[in-house]
């Protein structure tokens, strides 16, 4: 029989994402590939050992939400003074995830419209560290895809091309009759 080699016992996060044990900052291991899945807190890797499996890797997904485009101005939907408390203040809606739905854009688009301008960045918005950094993986040919909830196009804008618009983007719209696409400006 073959012996099991034990494991090394690696910090595992609190409530804070990066955490200082000794002299060294430690960041979620991501790319840990002793990461414990059934453990509900990510296990912690050593800032270097992070920035060498970056460099090591070849196949990298990223997957990104709102945290990478609020540094740029966009609010998120959840957070307090965010979209959705926005929407609760304008529209007199049952919930405020209505405004997003089929239903009611079918039945009545004028709100979702009006709020759109909202939410379509302005030109002065420019792309965050973080959207550049995924740029960089793309252009190093490290990234095989991003796949992001964000619906602002920051991504097209730092000239991204490897990306997933889950819940698509403002960038162009289409016409639920003809299908005609335009630009969302």
């Known amino acids: 029989k073959q012996k099991k080699q034990k494991k090394q016992k690696t910090p595992v996060a609190g409530s804070d994402a990066s955490e200082k044990v000794g002299s060294s900052t430690l960041v979620p291991a991501f790319l840990s590939p002793s990461h414990d899945t059934a453990s509900c807190f990510p296990r912690l890797l050593h800032e270097e050992d992070a920035i060498l499996r970056l460099k090591q890797s070849r196949k990298i997904v990223v997957i990104t939400g709102a945290g990478v485009s609020v540094s740029c101005g966009i609010p998120d939907f959840r957070s307090e003074g965010g979209l959705y408390d926005r929407i609760e203040e304008r529209f007199a809606l049952p919930d405020p995830q209505c405004l997003f739905s089929l239903d009611y854009l079918i039945d009545d688009p004028e709100p979702f419209f009006e709020f ?57 719209l289409h016409c639920m009759r003809c299908k005609r696409k335009v630009s969302g400006e």
Do not use: M, W
Not at 119 to 142: D, G, I, M, W
Not at 145 to 152: E, S
């Open 116 to 172: 759109a301008k909202e939410l379509y960045p302005s030109r002065t918005v420019t792309p965050s560290r973080a959207h550049r950094f995924v740029k960089l993986l793309e252009t190093k040919r490290k990234l095989l895809r991003n796949f992001t909830q964000n619906i602002d196009g920051l991504e097209g804008a730092c000239g991204l091309a490897r990306v997933s618009y889950c819940h698509g983007s403002l960038s162009t």
